[in-house]
């Protein structure tokens, strides 16, 4: 046997994308651009809400408030975040039948952070060969100064990552004075320093090694793929030609030349492999580290044009297409995605238009279940719970219906102002006055207010409804009245 110790996972090779121009990486920056725009400055936009924090979206777990702009969602409302997420997932099984990955090629956290570091690194150490020869070459003045630039500013868009998450638990001017004179909570300190460190280390040393072997996404792809689906695909026919691909020479610089050789457009330059950030060879096929951010169609389309040669070499096609078949988009798949995609979006938007400024809970104390008083008559207890959903005061007014005689004591209570977003529990007795009885026969007794089953299944409800700083529709709630046994 040999001696020789076979390594049990591949040693990482480096990569050092090169730059492209093109109409994918234009859309790419411009995705990248708003996302930053958006994550960055969005704790820092302020919105006018009397009585409450100012920051247009904030969430506020020790108040158990989420405030989004207008909206202020609260812990009952959270079932919202179980619609969004099923929305999310929805919309990437749609969009992943139709285009593949595109939401790791232009939308994943992981490919706009990664995207941004290799601009830093571009921007301080240069282009590809530039880089090459500092990574392979001895360490050196210079390569000590532009490695440690780049890691310097690695980390502070690390910082600033982690800082920036964090604002949007606590007030973002606060917070940024806090955090720099010590005062802040140990939870800021700890989550920024957490998300700092996740952010260098994911960002700026794995980079693809996340795509390729911690992501479960591009392992699973393969099941919401189909002939139709539109994927970066190399024209193996037209770059191969009978004879495969060749550089460019003697007798072989023009099309005309090469076709009469056997010889592809394929002129082998390897450009689609340099700009590729997984480091793959999109020209052997699809491959689960393909991450469709289609950067080699650019760079296809770059030498292409240079050549005055028709672009498409590299492009986005189906397998169906390459294969001389008609592309369908619209398949009972696609369809029964978009259906339930938009359905989902309907349900959702509908529930947070028509939600209730506030909320209002009754539950019976039965600790006892009824009191006889004196007169004879029965008297239940029942805490009412309110809750102000607004950012505004109103008033509220509370009545009972559905129980003949019964009337209501919470003790001036049934009309009351509740604060922005105020919790408050109240007292309220409900009473019925006692049976008469009416002369007849010996052996029968009625009751002239209440026959004897509805009494035993008695029922009263609680009515509350907006009077003043809100229109909704009342709130009713059904819960039992207990009366004694009757023989």
């Known amino acids: 046997m040999s001696d020789q110790t076979v390594p049990l996972y591949q040693k990482r090779i480096p990569i ?20 930053y725009l958006v994550y960055f400055l969005l704790p820092w936009l302020r919105w006018d809400r009397p009585n409450a924090p100012n920051q247009a979206v904030l969430y506020d777990l020790p108040g158990r408030h989420f405030y989004i702009f207008g909206l202020t969602v ?57 880089r090459l020869r500092l990574s392979k070459g001895p360490w050196s003045r210079e390569k000590l100064i532009k490695v440690s630039a780049t890691y310097a500013i690695w980390l502070l868009v690390a910082f600033w990552t982690g800082l920036t998450f964090t604002m949007y638990w606590v007030d973002a001017p606060t917070l940024v004075v806090d955090f720099l004179l010590g005062r802040a909570p140990s939870s800021a300190y700890f989550t ?60 072989l610089k023009t099309r005309e030349e090469r076709q009469a050789q056997g010889v592809g457009d394929c002129i082998d330059c390897g450009y689609c492999v340099q ?30 044009d240079n050549q005055k040669w028709p672009r498409g070499l590299v492009s986005y096609t189906s397998e169906n297409a390459l294969n001389g078949k ?74 009972i219906e559905g129980l003949a005689g019964a009337t209501l004591d919470m003790d001036g ?18 009473r019925i006055p006692p049976p008469r009885v009416k002369e007849g026969d010996a052996h029968e007794k009625r009751d002239d207010v209440h026959e004897k089953d509805d009494l035993e299944h008695a029922k009263v409800t609680f009515v509350v409804e907006a009077l003043a700083g809100a229109t909704a529709k009342p709130i009713r709630r059904n819960v039992p009245f207990y009366v004694p046994d009757h023989d």
């Open 74 to 130: 609260q812990v009952q409302d959270i079932f919202w975040l179980a619609g969004v997420l099923i929305i999310f997932a929805i919309l990437l099984f749609f969009v992943t039948g139709l285009a593949g990955r595109v939401w790791c090629g232009y939308f994943c956290f992981q490919t706009l952070w990664t995207d941004l570091y290799m601009m830093i690194e571009h921007w301080v150490q240069g282009e590809r060969p530039a």
């Open 326 to 399: 008609k592309t369908t988009l619209l398949k009972p798949k696609t369809l029964g995605y978009g259906v339930i995609l938009t359905t989902a979006t309907a349900v959702l938007i509908w529930s947070i238009a028509t939600r209730s400024p506030y909320t209002a809970m009754v539950e019976q104390i039965r600790q006892p279940l009824y009191t006889q008083l004196s007169d004879g008559s029965i008297r239940n207890v029942y805490e009412v719970k309110l809750n102000n959903k607004l950012t505004a005061p109103m008033t509220v007014g509370i009545r």
């Open 275 to 304: 700009v590729c950030p997984v480091g793959i060879d999109i020209r052997n096929g699809l491959q689960y580290q393909c991450i469709s951010c289609a950067l080699c169609i650019d760079a296809c389309d770059v030498v292409m």
């Open 16 to 35: 050092h994308p090169r730059s492209v121009k093109g109409r994918f990486r234009t859309l790419k920056t411009g995705i990248l651009t708003l996302a």
């Open 192 to 251: 920024t320093l957490f998300l700092t460190t996740t952010t260098f280390v994911m960002a700026g040393l794995a980079r693809e090694q996340v795509c390729v072997y911690m992501c479960p996404y591009a392992r699973f792809q393969s099941a919401m793929f189909d002939h139709d689906t539109l994927i970066i695909s190399y024209d193996r026919q037209r770059g191969e030609g009978s004879k495969g691909r060749a550089r460019l020479g003697k007798g």
């Open 413 to 430: 209570m049934e009309r009351i102002a509740l604060e922005p977003q105020e919790r408050i529990k109240l007292l309220a007795r409900v």
